[in-house]
């Protein structure tokens, strides 16, 4: 598999996985505008925080030791046993606690209680949801692109059918509701999928407790952990400080921006996420990973920069495509956004390195401050200009996080 081809299948994929989210998204902006928007980010950021906590975040690190032992039957059935096995002790706790707090999250999250019906079916949902994480996982490290698609598309397809039908119901909570519900649904698809691979073997889905390779899996969980908490908590902090500071009409418009920076984005992250983590995990010659590196610049850079320039110049029709009129005034903040889309691209493109590499301390550390600092620098610039300085923000704190890795790339490589 050569990244062209990775690129191709996760496009597909990205495109139905970014229809579902744009479904959602323009429904929730007819029925509820730029405040619904808003409680629709905070909602998705709880989702993803759950969906990464109810897995143990060990999705990533399935990728990278299935595509080392992926030759190694014995230790593969190891590893695949305590990776299921440390998924659902994660899914139960995690579970208990938000069945447990679900008032309290709704309050905080979405400013009314009346929502915590949602937050406890999202809670009975972490099982499923995890396992549907461990199936792609594992069908990722085996880097099978094709079937990897083909689940994300027609998950895509079911997950639209079931926000349509609930949102037209029940409005802004039936296309919350819709958002767990389509997320069960890649179950009907994903398992039978999985189960006609030629690498399955019924043993994949047994449990069993393995110190060595729950230590393994434990050390890797730690930095995806801290990537998959750090970001939704920031972006909740964010969004909280905006709408305390400017409104909730002005956090509809920062989401808004965001939520189309996030869509162009899936279809390079996509690809980063399928054929880097598996690939930098199973080069050992520093040479050839300097090669690789250099293709990924070779490739990602110039469609990054190609699709962040449409974006831009569509931006006055893409704003109203996706969401409405009402949202005019969200076009002032795409320069900046869009900006800072590339530097984040450049920047993730090297940090994989580290997440490839297991380099735990110093990736807990990068992640812990540069989201620190942007959250600083949201609240030095907002106060300054105003909502358009959350994307200025997010523009700096990319650049210095891009310098850094550079630092870190150079030294692991001996260059320094």
Request: glycine fraction near 6%.
């Amino acid at each position: 598999m050569n990244i062209v081809r990775a690129g191709f299948y996760s496009s597909i994929a990205t495109a139905a996985r970014l229809l579902a989210a744009l479904v959602v998204v323009k429904l929730v902006a007819w029925f509820a505008g730029p405040a619904g928007v808003g409680k629709l980010g905070q909602f998705m950021s709880l989702m993803s925080l759950l969906a990464v906590l109810a897995g143990g975040g060990i999705s990533a690190g399935i990728v990278k030791y299935v595509a080392e032992y992926r030759h190694d039957p014995p230790r593969l059935a190891r590893l695949l046993a305590a990776a299921l096995w440390y998924a659902l002790c994660a899914s139960v706790l995690m579970g208990c606690l938000a069945l447990l707090f679900s008032r309290q999250l709704a309050q905080w999250l979405l400013d009314d209680p009346a929502y915590a019906g949602l937050i406890r079916v999202l809670a009975v949902a972490q099982f499923g949801i995890a396992l549907v994480n461990y199936i792609l996982a594992v069908i990722n490290g085996f880097m099978d692109v094709r079937r990897l698609a083909l689940i994300q598309v027609l998950g895509s397809l079911l997950s639209i059918m079931t926000v349509i039908w609930l949102a037209r119901w029940l409005q802004l909570y039936g296309a919350l509701l819709a958002l767990i519900v389509g997320q069960l649904l890649w179950l009907v698809v994903g398992l039978p999928a999985w189960w006609r691979s030629s690498y399955f073997r019924r043993s994949m889905l047994r449990l069993r407790f393995d110190r060595e390779m729950t230590l393994r899996l434990a050390a890797f969980s730690v930095m995806t952990l801290t990537a998959a908490l750090v970001s939704p908590l920031v972006n909740i902090a964010v969004r909280d400080h905006l709408a305390l500071q400017l409104g909730w009409q002005q956090v509809g418009y920062w989401q808004a921006v965001s939520k189309v920076s996030d869509a162009y984005l899936l279809f390079l992250t996509a690809a980063i996420n399928i054929y880097y983590l598996p690939k930098l995990a199973s080069i050992q010659d520093r040479t050839e990973l300097v090669h690789e590196l250099r293709r990924a610049y070779r490739y990602v850079l110039p469609a990054v920069i190609t699709l962040a320039a449409v974006v831009y110049l569509l931006r006055g029709w893409v704003t109203q495509l996706l969401f409405s009129t009402d949202f005019v005034p969200a076009n002032a903040l795409y320069a900046p956004q869009l900006a800072g889309d590339v530097v984040k691209i450049a920047s993730f493109i090297l940090s994989y390195v580290m997440l490839a590499k297991a380099m735990t301390r110093l990736f807990v550390i990068s992640e812990c401050v540069f989201a620190a600092s942007y959250l600083v620098l949201v609240y030095l610039f907002t106060a300054r200009f105003g909502v358009v300085g959350a994307m200025y923000a997010f523009l700096a704190n990319y650049l210095g996080y891009l310098a850094f890795n550079v630092l870190v790339v150079r030294r692991y490589l001996g260059t320094v």
